[in-house]
């Protein structure tokens, strides 16, 4: 029987997998851009879009649940922001609270999250309006641009490191 990976190693296999669909998203566009919209292209970009909305959704997800282990009960990303801005770490809470309230909206479309991340915008979280005539993806969240996943992951593993040292 197999070993179960870390979150690390888990973190690690879903971004180097975003890595290479932010790749592919960036070609498709550029083909787009210079030949126009095709049926096939259009359609492998919503796959590979929402491929990687599922892959943020699961690591998040993923994160929350091996890590819930560090809270009594309750809602770990509220807890986890609190712990943080009390051990005066306020960049992780903030990037972690982030990336929370862009997997909500990822999940359960506009809310509370949605209008939290539309009222205070960040430059790590891309957000569509309502409505907007967005051809490929249907989603609130902007996951495609180089870097969020990165960005997701940069924040699960410190707070993941922060969480282990205590």
Do not use: W
Request: aromatic share 6%; charged share 25%; glycine share 6%.
């Amino acid at each position: 029987m197999e070993a179960t990976q870390s979150v690390i190693e888990l973190v690690a296999d879903a971004q180097a997998k975003a890595k290479a669909s932010e790749q592919r998203v960036a070609e498709i566009e550029t083909l787009i851009a210079e030949q126009g919209t095709s049926e096939d292209a259009s359609e492998e970009l919503s796959e590979l879009l929402s491929g990687m909305e599922a892959a943020v959704v699961d690591i998040y997800s993923l994160f929350e649940s091996r890590m819930q282990r560090n809270f009594k009960r309750g809602p770990f990303s509220r807890k986890l922001k609190a712990l943080l801005m009390e051990a005066k770490n306020p960049d992780l809470a903030d990037r972690i609270h982030q990336y929370y309230l862009a997997v909500n909206v990822l999940k359960h479309g506009t809310g509370a999250s949605y209008r939290e991340l539309v009222a205070s915008p960040s430059s790590r979280i891309v957000t569509k309006p309502v409505g907007s005539d967005t051809e490929q993806s249907t989603s609130l969240i902007d996951v495609s641009g180089i870097g969020f996943f990165d960005g997701l992951a940069e924040a699960i593993l410190d707070a993941c490191a922060f969480l282990e040292k205590r």
